[in-house]
């Protein structure tokens, strides 16, 4: 079992993690606009807007993937100008595959910070516009401080899906060691050549892995309901 153990190659968990949280930096930065606006709008294309950000969840990795693949090849304009002026091919390398997870798993960042922003107080949002802070003091003095259960779920979630990903980052991103190679997809490939073994040792990591994370989601929000809960006692 130790030689075992001793002969696992960690760069694709490595490869992962650093997907994963190249991922939700950004994901962070670009949601939190976005996920206010559908928080405050009564425009009548939230609805639309919203079905849109959400179609990653029930679309078919294989066919987002696709659509991905084709947007960011070298025929594609984004691909060829990417291509021409800054030397930067989109696919099968890692800057593809940070593009591609981030429309893959753009819905679990947007979606709790909306609901966070919709659960807090208006009429704490309207003191601070009438005290003078604009918008963006707004957000971040007063409501990120009032959210933190939804915005660490935000995080954690990103990111655990993230790492999580095979059907998306292996038809653009492929199977290139130390560049595109994640652990799902060498487990995968583990499956494919019959060594159970190792896609069993990797397999269980990342179970262990994604039950710590959720585990711990589920802890810091009890126990912000519980203080919650006591401050109104």
Do not use: C
Request: no cysteine; charged share 10%; net charge neutral.
């Amino acid at each position: 079992m130790l030689e075992m153990l001793q002969s696992i190659e960690f760069a694709p968990f490595a490869l992962s993690f650093k997907l994963a949280g190249i991922t939700t930096l950004i994901l962070f930065v670009l949601s939190m606009p976005l996920a206010w606006w559908l928080s405050q709008t009564r425009s009548k294309s939230k609805p639309v807007l919203e079905a849109i950000t959400a179609l990653p969840i029930v679309l078919p990795p294989s066919v987002l993937g696709f659509y991905i693949l084709i947007a960011l090849s070298q025929n594609s304009p984004i691909g060829a100008f990417f291509d021409e002026y800054f030397g930067v091919k989109l696919v099968f390398n890692f800057t593809g595959l940070v593009i591609a997870s981030s429309f893959y798993s753009l819905p679990f960042m947007v979606q709790p910070l909306q609901s966070g922003f919709e659960s807090i107080n208006k009429n704490m949002l309207e003191a601070s516009y009438i005290s003078g802070k604009s918008k963006l003091e707004t957000i971040i003095k007063v409501a990120l401080p009032n959210m933190k259960p939804a915005l660490i779920t935000a995080i954690i979630v990103t990111f655990a899906h993230t790492v999580g990903e095979f059907g998306v980052v292996l038809m653009v991103g492929g199977s290139i060691p130390d560049e595109t190679k994640v652990a799902s997809v060498a487990i995968y490939e583990m499956v494919e050549i019959m060594d159970y073994s190792s896609a069993h040792i990797y397999s269980a990591l990342m179970v262990i892995m994604s039950f710590l994370v959720l585990l711990s989601v589920y802890i810091f929000n009890h126990k912000n309901n519980n203080k919650f809960a006591g401050f109104h006692r």
